[in-house]
């Protein structure tokens, strides 16, 4: 158990000064008194101020849910602080947190805290605010601790930048929302002019054309519905090398990060939103809106870890796609049971877009054993590889493009939408 102990400090000055006073009675040098009488004033003044009672000590965090690149403050709290003067902290290094100071060592007076800035550089679960304290009596003659502090765990979500995408979506299905319609409704998207027909609403009628004409004309309009996403995130490994929110980016920062843009944007424009990762925990939101949706799928994603799944092979996953859905996957595509998955989903009648996630400069992990000449020419033929599945998901009819920034998909959903109005051709039965 904790409790007070004296310093090295007081144990000094008292037998500093014993021995001067011994000094200055055996050889009678009154000189000697004057020298160690400081110390003789501050050991006892710090023997007087000796604690009576066991502080407690906690470290209080602003926030339990941050962004990439948000801040927090740690504060420490002692109670009772009446015997206690200086405190000290040291807090623990942690991947991909920053502090402030930089080396995580604090000092001040208990009457006036400093608070431990604390910033989180990349997404994931991130525990923060493990550290050291000790606590010092007045005249720094008695130390209590150091204690460890456990910390706190933090989810830290991705990075996602806020933008309105002016795309219309291919298969709008639902009943209200902001995407044009492929038949006549009430809207506020113009589709023709048409003759009057009984059920037609009289602020509908065009008089400018109705009165060179023999009869009624009304305007006819295209209504507003929203439509259904599904993101399917490729978690199977990380590629390349993550240095933080400012820095280099893996196959999995652009992953997240553009997973959740793209969720915002449609989210905020009213579009039902569903989320299914391909990792051993296979994590899944349903489909749905607002806020505490976005909520939802952003925390999914901050706890998200790499690796293949164990229960079920990727080309047999069931994504829950509701009919009429638009599927982006976001994927490094160095996986053929990913290429495989969206050509399945292609084949369902669904659009789907493939967001290649792999930076320009990813390069395998190479270990000391291995021989870095045969890693360069190995990575030189999977990207080969990957490049004929890339050209096959093309010619299959899924368009395969790079992240860019938010308005990646805009080109693409404006492409599908325009195919999907296009006349197809059916056979009938014989």
Not at 141 to 161: C, F, I, N, Q, T
Not at 195 to 205: A, K, L
Not at 338 to 352: H, Y
Request: contains cysteine; proline residues 6%; glycine residues 8%.
């Amino acid at each position: 158990m904790t409790r007070w102990r004296a310093t090295a400090s007081l144990a000094r000055a008292l037998s500093v000064s014993g021995v001067g006073i011994g000094i200055a009675l055996v050889l009678g040098r009154p000189a000697v008194v004057v020298l160690v009488a400081p110390l003789v004033v501050v050991g006892a003044a710090a023997i007087l101020a000796k604690p009576r009672t066991e502080p407690h000590v906690a470290a209080q965090t602003s926030y339990a849910v941050l962004h990439e690149g948000q801040g927090t403050t740690s504060r420490l709290q002692v109670e009772p602080a009446e015997d206690v003067e200086f405190v000290t902290r040291v807090c623990a290094s942690a991947a991909y947190v920053a502090l402030k100071p930089t080396n995580g060592c604090l000092g001040h007076l208990v009457e006036a805290p400093v608070p431990l800035l604390v910033s989180t550089r990349r997404w994931g679960q991130r525990r923060i605010g493990e550290e050291k304290v000790g606590l010092f009596s007045p005249w720094a003659g008695y130390r209590w601790g150091p204690v460890a502090l456990v910390g706190r765990e933090v989810s830290v979500l991705p990075a996602s930048a806020t933008f309105r995408s002016a795309a219309a979506a291919p298969n709008p299905i639902g009943l209200i929302g902001a995407h044009r319609s492929r038949r006549d409704g009430d809207g506020t998207e113009f589709s023709s002019i048409r003759e009057f027909h009984s059920g037609d609403r009289m602020r509908r009628i065009n008089w400018r054309v109705s009165l060179r004409s023999s009869a009624l004309h009304v305007v006819s309009t295209r209504s507003e519905e929203d439509t259904a996403l599904l993101l399917v995130v490729d978690a199977l490994a990380d590629y390349g090398v993550s240095g933080g929110i400012d820095d280099t980016q893996s196959s999995l920062d652009v992953a997240m990060r553009s997973a959740g843009a793209i969720a915002e944007q449609y989210i905020r424009q009213g579009d039902r939103v569903s989320l299914r990762v391909v990792s051993p925990h296979g994590e899944y939101v349903g489909y749905g809106a607002g806020s505490r949706h976005l909520r939802r799928i952003l925390g999914q994603l901050s706890r998200v870890r790499p690796g293949v799944p164990h229960d079920v092979s990727v080309e047999r996953i069931d994504f829950r796609t509701a009919a009429g859905s638009m599927v982006v996957v976001l994927s490094p595509m160095l996986s053929e049971g990913m290429a495989t998955a969206a050509v399945r989903l292609l084949r369902r009648g669904l659009p789907v877009i493939v967001v290649d996630t792999l930076p320009a400069d990813a390069a395998p992990t190479v270990s000391s054993e291995t021989d870095p000449v045969i890693a360069r020419l190995a990575w030189r033929m999977r990207l080969v590889e990957r490049r004929q599945v890339l050209d096959r998901l093309a010619a299959a009819g899924c368009p395969v493009v790079p992240w860019n920034g938010p308005r990646t998909l805009d080109v693409i959903v404006r492409r599908l939408a325009r195919r999907a109005q296009l006349p197809r051709a059916g056979v009938g039965a014989r």
